[in-house]
């Protein structure tokens, strides 16, 4: 079964909107997550790394005012795009640190946002 | 700075047949490298992990290779079948506790 719980899968929202996406490891205590950024036919872009109980650690080139990460536990992280906009209609991915750095990483579903 | 790249692109085979995907990557000094399968407008399913000692893990039909100091990795899939049409990624982690690198993918396509 799913390790990592990605909500929602797919937003569609008036320009201008903030829109929260929520990441949960199941299973286990994920003091590590990741979100990932996939535009069509390229790779997943990492963005940023949450620590739970510390500030994210943010990619170049990644605003860290626009895109918003909150590990307020070791079982969630939430990345709120604030006032979207058209180019920001992407593919957000999140994982979690896997148990031990030997096991493999497991990822969400995904989020298709989609901003008119 | 690390690169990932996998070659095909894309890849149409008929069903049954042996297939290869390959991985590169620009530095050998990896923690572990992970192959992934994606469904169109889907997440990531993990398919195999190869730790940076291991020289190659194998689940059902699915066979990984890794050559660290080449800095290759190969995926073979044995008997292809139709549902194993995706896009598959390659993935390289640079230390333990760190985020993966990822390839642009194959995307493979097995006709019935």
């Known amino acids: 079964g799913a390790v990592v719980s990605q909500h929602p899968s797919r937003v569609i929202c008036k320009s201008g909107t903030s829109v929260k996406i929520e990441c949960r490891s199941l299973?286990?205590?994920?003091?590590?997550m990741f979100w990932y950024r996939q535009f069509p036919k390229q790779s997943l872009m990492l963005m940023a790394t949450?620590?739970?109980?510390?500030?994210?650690?943010?990619e170049q080139g990644v605003e860290k005012d626009k895109f918003l990460i909150n590990h307020a536990s070791l079982t969630l992280s939430t990345l709120t795009v604030t006032s979207a906009h058209p180019e920001d209609s992407s593919f957000y991915i999140c994982?979690?640190?896997?148990?031990?750095?030997?096991?493999?990483?497991?990822f969400g579903d995904g989020t298709r946002l989609s901003i008119l | 700075k690390q690169e990932v790249t996998q070659i095909p692109a894309a890849l149409s085979v008929p069903e049954g047949e042996n297939l290869v995907l390959n991985c590169s990557f620009t530095?050998?000094?990896?923690?572990?490298l992970q192959w992934f399968r994606q469904d169109p407008g889907k997440g990531l399913t993990s398919l195999l992990l190869?730790?940076?000692?291991?020289r190659e893990q194998t689940s059902g039909r699915l066979n990984a290779s890794l050559d660290k100091s080449s800095g290759r990795s190969t995926l073979y899939i044995a008997a292809s079948q139709p549902g194993d049409s995706a896009t598959y990624l390659c993935?390289?982690?640079?230390?333990?506790?760190?985020?993966?690198?990822f390839g642009k993918g194959t995307t493979l396509s097995v006709s019935s």
């Open positions: 993935a390289v982690r640079l230390q333990a506790g760190t985020a993966l690198i």
């Open positions: 190869i730790q940076s000692s291991q």
């Open positions: 299973d286990f205590q994920a003091t590590t």
């Open positions: 949450s620590n739970e109980g510390s500030k994210a650690t943010y």
């Open positions: 994982s979690a640190g896997a148990r031990r750095d030997n096991q493999p990483q497991h």
């Open positions: 530095d050998s000094a990896i923690y572990n």
